[in-house]
């Protein structure tokens, strides 16, 4: 008899288990028979079944459990139905041929993968620096028995006896023969734990598997406290201003102090105070604390932007031409304010200097002020009057050299109304910035003086200007086609010495004027005018 090495084989709980006889060698050709035993609990063996080379079925020799669980293959393998740790025994195969007898003994081992790990007796909370017991993990119903490890975001935790304690326990069911291992772990939280996957892992020869993942609370102090300003920027008069507090402990703290002006107030199940309505008086700065620390403290500051603006004169001013008009602006501000000037919508570079008014200064005046998103402003409308007065009278002749065009232009506001000591055709007239134009055209057939008069509601003016005739022209070379101001020049040095013979001879002079006054006018009107011009025209004279 041969009696061969021993070998090991591995079935699966639960399932058949093949166990091989040499190894699942061919079978001898001179096979006489093949016999499976075993070895029993108490060391002797047993005879579970035999198999005649020559007979198609094989013999169950098993009289216990094994009876109706175990068969034979066709290769001579065992086939043990529903394994289980009871079939973890020696099995020999022996085999019978010719004249020899071999036995082939085999070990059986039966393996079964735990239950997937699952962490039980979870903590609540953790707390900053304490240590305290996450929970046990749990891999059930193994065999051989799993081994435990923990891991923190996937990487494994090492046991050091203070901050990190493991505890790992097997216990065996004496009704399967299974075993659960047990891990228990004991950690010493820290704040950056928060939000941490905490996993463990069963490793088994079938399989290793890891369990769901699991956060925990952690609580720490409070170590920093921040104070925010909810309100639009820029901060206005009149704005809400929110306060709220924030602090980085877990839990959060749910009441805190507020100091507001110096006074503290106390605020439950919030952690935001709301200034209502500030004022230029609220800049400062505020504060928030612990109700159980006042010393654990965050500030901010506060600034409320104003504006006041004022502005003198404002609406409307009447002043007389050469008057002086003091303007003043003051302002007021949070900051830096920015100032611009326009007149009728017109950007000035700096504010006006209003020293002997013209017409022209006449406008309306907007001062405009703005810092940090406040803009104010303030107006006036400028208003200059003045007595007519006559600038200049010219003559020209017309473009067909059959009339003579007479031009008065004078300055006055109100608008000055003008009239001419004798009559005219193609009336023009315009009034721009305080200065009135007036045109007449006429058709003198010899010399004349025209006086031009100027008058509004404050006074009057008036001026003289000796027009040539047409025939007159005609005999000066050149003297058509220039413009009337060389005539005027002319015209004035012959009329003031006319002045002055007339002062001398009074009687003469008027016996002069009257005679100067006749003529002929091809305008289908009286030359001489209406008699109120000339009532005006003789004043005039009177007062020369």
Known sequence: MAVHSTVAVIGLYGETIEVPCNNGAAKPEDLIFTKWKYKMDDGNSGDLLVKQAHKEEAQIQAMDGYKDRVSIAANSS??????????????????V?????????????VHKKPLPPQIKDKAKELENG??????????????????????KNGKLLAADGKTIII?????MDPSTGLSTTTSGLQYTAVKSDVGANFTCTAKHSLETQVSAP???????????MSLQVLAKAPIREGDNVTLKCKADGNPPPTSFYFSIKGQKVTVKDSDNFTLTAVTRNSTGDYKCSLVDDDKMEASEKVVVSYLDLSLSPTGKVLKMVRDTLLVKMEQDASGDAKVSWTKDDRKLDEAPRLENVTYADAGFYVCEVSVAGIKRSQSFQLVVEGTPVIKKMTEHRSEDGRHKVLTCEAEG???????????????????INGKATHKITVVPTGNLTVTCIATNKLGNHFMALNVSSLIMDEKMPGKGAQDGSSDQALWIVIFVVVLIIAAAFVGLAYWLYMKSRQGTWKTGEKEA?????SKKLEECTAKV
């Not at 041929?97 to 081992?109: C, K, M, Q, R």
């Not at 505890?167 to 216990?171: A, F, G, Q, R, Y």
Request: aromatic content about 8%; charged content about 15%; glycine content about 6%.
């Open 413 to 431: 506001v109100p608008r000055p109304s003008v009239q001419w000591s004798v009559n005219g055709t193609n009336e023009e007239n315009s009034y």
């Open 214 to 224: 699991e956060t925990f609370i952690i609580h720490y102090p409070t170590e920093k």
């Open 97 to 109: 041929y010719g004249s020899n007898l071999d036995e082939h003994p085999v070990d059986v081992l």
């Open 167 to 171: 505890t790992p326990s097997v216990k």
């Open 130 to 151: 304490k240590l305290t017991s996450l929970g046990v993990c749990m891999a059930a119903d193994a065999n051989p028995a799993a081994v435990i490890m923990w891991s």
């Open 78 to 95: 065992l086939m043990i139905q529903g394994g289980s740790l009871v079939d973890q025994r020696t099995f020999t195969c022996m085999v």
């Open 529 to 533: 005018g209406t008699s109120e011009e």
